[in-house]
């Protein structure tokens, strides 16, 4: 069964300094890596994603994240935080095969300090 | 991208009653819909797959007589809490899959909070 962790609950940064998200997956085969952002009170918006190709994907908001398969992990990374990104990070794991079942991680919420 | 949108984004209801929250693809069709929800401070939890013009997937645990999920056409799928009661209170999203290959992506529904009261 494929699962996800993110091992921080909250994170605080200070706006303007770097951002590095932690996720890591368990899966049998080559997963699909998904992270998603949630607003208080909303649906979730992907960031990026993560099939195949190169390991380094860019998302949007200035998002990156790299895939390291040696070390089962999917970490979010940006590198000036701005206050806007404060909210709450899912990483996720989904299966191939013709459904997007896709099990997501405990979330890392994002506090950003001026 | 492709937008899902679910109705109503808030619902507050008298313990007993039904309670029906639609989720619309409204640019693509998605022949697989999925529900979702998500307690205060904790993760999405799958609670079933909608498949168009067939029953619904439920994953284990989740009650199908209570949570009762109908997938008509391409573009909505319906997710009814019957006899609602307090403890059903909570944050319901859905999602909706373009595409039927592996690549395909999921989009989001805005959520809808239900409270019973």
């Known amino acids: 069964a494929q699962s996800v962790t993110q091992p921080d609950i909250h994170i605080t940064v200070s706006e303007g300094a770097s951002l590095e998200l932690r996720c890591n997956y368990s899966?049998?085969?080559?997963?699909?890596l998904f992270w998603y952002v949630q607003s208080p009170g909303q649906g979730l918006q992907l960031l990026l994603k993560?099939?195949?190709?190169?390991?380094l994907v860019q998302g949007i908001k200035g998002f990156e994240a790299e895939f390291k398969r040696s070390q089962s992990s999917f970490n979010l990374r940006k590198p000036s935080v701005h206050w806007s990104d404060a909210a709450e990070y899912f990483c996720?794991?989904?299966?191939?095969?013709?459904?997007?079942?896709?099990?997501f991680g405990t979330g890392t919420k994002l506090q950003v300090i001026p | 991208g492709a937008v899902v949108s679910q109705h109503p984004s808030r619902v507050i209801c008298k313990s007993g009653t039904s309670v029906k929250i639609e989720c619309r693809s409204l640019?693509?069709?998605?022949?697989?819909m999925f529900w979702y929800r998500q307690f205060p401070k904790q993760s999405l939890m799958l609670m079933a797959t909608?498949?168009?013009?067939?029953?619904?997937?439920?994953e284990q645990g989740v009650e199908k007589d209570k949570f009762l999920i109908n997938h008509a056409s391409l573009t909505l799928s319906t997710l009814t809490v019957t006899s609602a009661h307090p403890e059903d209170s909570s944050f319901y999203i859905c999602?909706?899959?373009?595409?039927?290959?592996?690549?395909?992506?999921?989009?989001f529904g805005e959520g809808s909070r239900l409270t019973v009261l």
């Open positions: 999602s909706a899959a373009q595409g039927e290959t592996g690549a395909g992506e999921l989009f």
């Open positions: 899966y049998g085969a080559t997963p699909y």
């Open positions: 993560y099939f195949s190709g190169d390991t």
């Open positions: 996720a794991v989904g299966s191939s095969g013709g459904y997007q079942k896709v099990t």
């Open positions: 640019d693509f069709q998605a022949t697989t």
């Open positions: 909608s498949n168009e013009g067939s029953k619904a997937t439920y």
